[in-house]
């Protein structure tokens, strides 16, 4: 194991995929810490975590992306059938393969997060949060891209070629956020609504409120939030709202999806023709 996570270090450190993630998640903290210094002249002042936990968001696409990438590149290179070769068990090769996933990815996260908190500081205004929060808001961050990276490493580890890797994480990201788009519209639903009707004079004018046939309640929002701290990208736009109505669970949840995914990818893959 000591040798495999060795030489998936040193291929890390010489991956331009992993650079020019790396290269990505730094020009955009710059360029939403600029944009919300000049919305801030203009009248409209950002609070510095209002910017700097979309990174959180972000990172979903861009471990996507470096995963389905870096370990893509394992098969088209015959990295992998040289390993077994060699005497590595493929759930030694599976495992060294997440850590470093999950290494990268939190590497990323952290390098984003300590250059947008640093450059904010200077332009945004001061934080809103209190530092106890900002470091919860952190962890779970952190804990939400290791869940990320071990998606994406089920993923990438059973297709057959480094483009159609990087394509399936990409997509599911996008399938990830979807979801998490449609549990949060369900239930931020209001309870009650209120229509308007129309005066003589064509003035709009509210009507009594009535209950919203959308808003759902009992068993099936407490599913329904339970699925939305569950899913990466839900915990994502949760902090990145500053708006966590159970952080202590999300944590968690985030290592639950991580053991699940790791050892059912690790399952997967004993059975996978490598040839």
């Not at 955009?28 to 950002?46: A, C, K, M, T």
């Not at 209001?190 to 229509?195: A, G, L, S």
């Not at 669970?249 to 991580?258: D, E, H, I, T, Y």
């Amino acid at each position: 194991m000591a040798k495999l996570l060795r030489a998936n270090l040193s291929r890390l450190w010489k991956s331009r995929i992993f650079y020019i993630g790396l290269a990505f998640m730094l020009l955009l903290n710059v360029f939403l810490v600029i944009d919300g210094w000049h919305s801030g002249r203009q009248g409209y002042p950002e609070p510095l975590e209002d910017m700097l936990f979309q990174n959180c968001i972000i990172i979903g696409f861009v471990c996507a992306v470096v995963v389905g990438m870096f370990l893509g590149t394992e098969y088209s290179d015959g990295t992998i059938r040289n390993k077994i070769a060699v005497g590595h068990t493929r759930a030694s090769i599976y495992l060294a393969n997440l850590i470093v996933c999950a290494a990268a990815s939190m590497m990323l996260l952290l390098t984003a997060l300590a250059l947008g908190f640093g450059l904010g500081s200077f332009l945004l205004d001061p934080l809103g949060l209190p530092m106890k929060v900002l470091l919860l808001y952190s962890c779970i961050g952190l804990m939400t891209t290791v869940s990320f990276a071990s998606i994406y490493t089920l993923v990438a580890m059973l297709s057959p070629s480094k483009a159609s890797g990087a394509v399936l994480c990409l997509v599911l990201a996008l399938l990830l956020l979807f979801a998490t788009s449609a549990v949060e519209g369900t239930l931020t639903e209001p309870e009650m609504v209120q229509d308007y009707v129309m005066t003589e004079n064509g003035m709009p004018i509210p009507g009594d409120p009535h209950p919203n046939p959308r808003y759902v309640t009992g068993t099936k929002r407490a599913v329904l939030e339970v699925i939305y701290d569950i899913l990466p990208t839900g915990q994502a736009f949760q902090i990145s709202n500053n708006e966590c109505a159970h952080p202590a669970r999300l944590p968690a949840f985030s290592l639950l999806v991580a053991l699940v995914t790791s050892a059912a990818g690790a399952l997967l893959f004993r059975r996978r023709d490598l040839k």
